[in-house]
Every structure is written in C-alpha cells, then in structure tokens.
C-alpha cells in the first residue's frame, strides 16, 4: 500500500475559486475585505509566514497591509496599534504574528484583538464559544485539517481520531472540531505513555506536537488518514514534519506531505475567515 498523498496547495487553489467569488460580491458593494498583519522584528520565518498570507490576500483580491513593530517594542504601542486596527473600518481581519519577543504578554496582546476581527480564532471568547459550537471563527489551522480530510472523503462520523498534541492553536480546537463532526476523540501528547498504542488504534492520526519523526510506520494501522501539521527546522536547515513521512506513507492510506499540505490550507482558512468577517460587518 501507498498511500494518497493529499496536496494541500492543490486543495487551496479550488477554495480561492469560491472565496474570489464571495470577494466579487463585496465587491459589488464597494467592499473590499481587509487583513491586517502585526509583526515584531526581524524573524525570518514569521517574515516568510506574513509574505505568504499578504500575497495570498492579493490572490483573492483582498486589502492587506503589514504593520511592522521594532523587537523591542513596548507592549503600550503594540496595544495602540491594536486599538486602531479595532475600530478601522477599511480592516475586517488582524492578526498577531506569533511567536512575540519574550518581552511582550502575548496573551495580553493577542486577547486585544475584538473577536469580530480575530480571523486566527485564538481569543478566548471565541475559543470558549467553539466549546459550544458556536465560535465566531474556527481556529484556521484546525479548520483546514478538517477541510483537507472532506475534500478527500475521509470518513470523519464513527470514526477514532487521534490528535498528538494539545495546544490551544491545533490540538485542543481540532478536538472540537471533530467531536461535532461526530468521531470519537483521544487526544495525546509527548507526555502520553506508550502513544503508539493509541496511534495505532486511529482511524484518523493528527500530529501536532512539534517533534520531527515522532511519529514512525510501526506507530500506525493500515489505512489510516495520517495529517502531519507539524514543521520543523532540521539542523541541515530542511523542513520535516511531525510524520517519518517516508515510512508511514507505505502503510497510511492518506498522508500529507510537509511542506505542502496543512500549511496552504491555514492560509486558505485565514482568508475565508476574513471574507466572512467583512461579509458579517457590513450585512445589513
């Protein structure tokens, strides 16, 4: 067996078709969907990340601006300009981009965000919301690892998902997520004893734990849906993930490739989250 590798850009560029058309209709009424992106410093990953999302809001026709903050910033102008994006009405959607200078509160400053506008879904109003299946916005990434198990018709109702990781980013949310969806949720972590008895029993295996290659082929079941969403910087400077991906994808029967699979679909979330939060401001 090898298994379908599911192509996560492939997969975004068939949502930007639909999301460019709800941008239209915006368009139409002399709207046009705002993102705004906060960055502090000079890190070149989160340089990498903000580049990717700004051009992927070009793609989609959206308004995007960057407002970039010195590293030593003092977390009364960080507030400030969260206070300013709060109330532009050009700006549907901001974002924080994580990891801060360890100066800063991030949650202070993150909770800043009004939850109209917090399209990364990562305030605690909306993380309570989603509690009771009501959140405003659905955390982006967890968003897209369901997205990407639909799109390939991966049977989520009935089944045993396995979540490897517990962070209020992608474990925690995506729990929720496919407990509405009606699986049976075990969620695990580093600190789980004998974790290969519980990825081994997964018909859906998520992993999100931030360890390159904790997960190996003896570790899953034939067949599984395995979506590997961690990324790490290897010391020969090259991208893996959480999954030995040439391993396991001789016995899953889906596998997402790192780079290349959950990562295009966060960005593709964070998009249509903004279109949907400039489609809630401005009904009416």
Not at 164 to 178: D, E, F
Not at 181 to 193: E, F, I, L, P, S
Request: glycine share 10%; hydrophobic share 45%.
């Amino acid at each position: 067996m090898t298994a379908t590798i599911l192509d996560g850009t492939a997969i975004a560029r068939g949502l930007y078709s639909t999301i460019s058309k709800r941008v239209q209709v915006l368009t139409g009424r002399s709207i046009r969907p705002g993102l705004a992106a906060v960055r502090f410093g000079e890190d070149p990953a989160s340089q990498i990340y903000v580049r990717n999302k700004m051009r992927a809001c070009a793609q989609a026709g959206l308004h995007s601006e960057v407002h970039e903050l010195a590293a030593d910033c003092d977390q009364g102008h960080a507030l400030e300009v969260i206070a300013k994006l709060n109330v532009d009405r050009a700006i549907h959607g901001i974002l924080v981009q994580l990891p801060l200078p360890g100066h800063l509160d991030a949650d202070l400053i993150t909770q800043a965000i009004v939850p109209e506008k917090d399209v990364d879904g990562f305030s605690w109003r909306n993380l309570g919301a989603l509690m009771a299946g009501r959140a405003l916005f659905e955390p982006c990434t967890a968003l897209g690892v369901v997205e990407l198990l639909d799109r390939a018709g991966v049977a989520i109702t009935g089944s045993h998902a396995v979540i490897v990781g517990r962070s209020n980013i992608v474990g925690k949310p995506l729990a929720l997520l496919l407990l509405q969806r009606g699986a049976t949720v075990t969620v695990c972590h580093t600190k789980t004893r004998d974790l290969a008895q519980h990825t081994r029993a997964a018909d859906v295996l998520v992993a999100a734990a931030g360890r390159p290659g904790l997960i190996s082929a003896p570790m899953v079941k034939p067949g599984v849906a395995v979506i590997d969403v961690g990324i790490n910087r290897l010391a020969n400077g090259k991208l893996a993930g959480d999954v030995d991906y040439e391993g396991v994808r001789k016995v899953a029967g889906w596998i997402t490739p790192v780079p290349g699979g959950v990562g295009p679909m966060t960005v593709a979330m964070l998009i249509a989250n903004t279109v949907l939060a400039a489609e809630r401001q401005t009904a009416g």
